[in-house]
């Protein structure tokens, strides 16, 4: 879907716990860079390709990565477009996001879905077992090398300027990013859309609720015409106003 000029949100499937859809990997292009945020689930790059080609951009020019957290859905692609691209593409993310994105570490998500194994009913549990056998088996397999990392507040000179807001809660080095010229901000997974609504991330997706609450507090900063988030795509209806609401209640924890 365009967004604006030099800016497309791309839909690519994506099977999730919550089935079958879709995640909204942003494409934004000039005539210098051609940037992608988020890179999907492994081995989708005929779907990228198809995407970029919708788009009206070269797969080839892509020049840099930004990844807004290691969660699998976000990285998983990575390595297999990095394989399939003619050029270099650099990868940028936030520091505390590195380790897992090299695979240095194992995934963070992988204690916390251990521990929520337990805690499912018995049909979840067979399925979040799967999910974490495949993870622990997968890792390493789809780990690719951050090129620069990338701090809160700064602007990365590419398409007309994007802002990294460091928005850690979901994970601890979740960034979300604000494309200027279009003032579109990119939630990543600090903010979700479900049936039409913006809304906050799922408080178990939240490995810290604390932090998540204050990172919230820093998107009322921008001015906001359009939300992209990765899980449930585009949100327009005067989101200013709905981030505040979101930021002012936070997550009341259970
Ligand atoms: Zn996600």
Request: proline fraction near 5%; charge should be negative.
């Amino acid at each position: 879907m365009r967004i604006a000029d030099g800016f497309e949100m791309l839909e690519i499937s994506a099977n999730l716990m919550t089935g079958p859809g879709f995640v909204n990997p942003s494409l934004i292009w000039d005539e210098e860079d051609v940037v992608l945020v988020d890179a999907g689930l492994p081995n989708q790059v005929q779907e990228f390709r198809d995407a970029f080609v919708k788009a009206g951009v070269t797969f080839n020019r892509l020049s840099q990565i930004i990844i807004t957290h290691s969660d699998t859905d976000h990285i998983g692609g990575l390595a297999s477009i990095l394989l399939a691209s003619s050029q270099h593409i650099s990868i940028l993310a936030h520091n505390n996001e590195k380790p897992y994105i090299q695979a240095d570490l194992p995934p963070i998500r992988l204690k916390a879905m251990e521990d929520q194994v337990k805690s499912l009913p018995e049909d979840m549990r067979k399925q979040m077992q799967g999910l974490v056998e495949s993870l622990k088996a997968n890792y390493t397999k789809l780990r690719a090398n951050v090129d620069a990392t990338i701090e809160d507040g700064e602007e990365l000179p590419f398409c007309g300027g994007i802002v990294v807001i460091f928005t850690p809660g979901h994970t601890p080095g979740h960034v979300s990013l604000y494309h200027k010229r279009s003032k579109t901000l990119i939630a990543g997974d600090a903010l979700n859309v479900e049936n039409g609504k913006l809304v906050q991330a799922p408080e178990f997706t939240c490995l810290n609720v604390e932090q998540y609450n204050k990172s919230l507090k820093k998107l009322t900063a921008y001015d906001v015409s359009t939300v992209i988030c990765y899980h449930g795509g585009l949100f327009k209806d005067n989101p200013n106003m709905r981030i505040a609401q979101l930021a002012e209640s936070g997550i009341v924890q259970s």
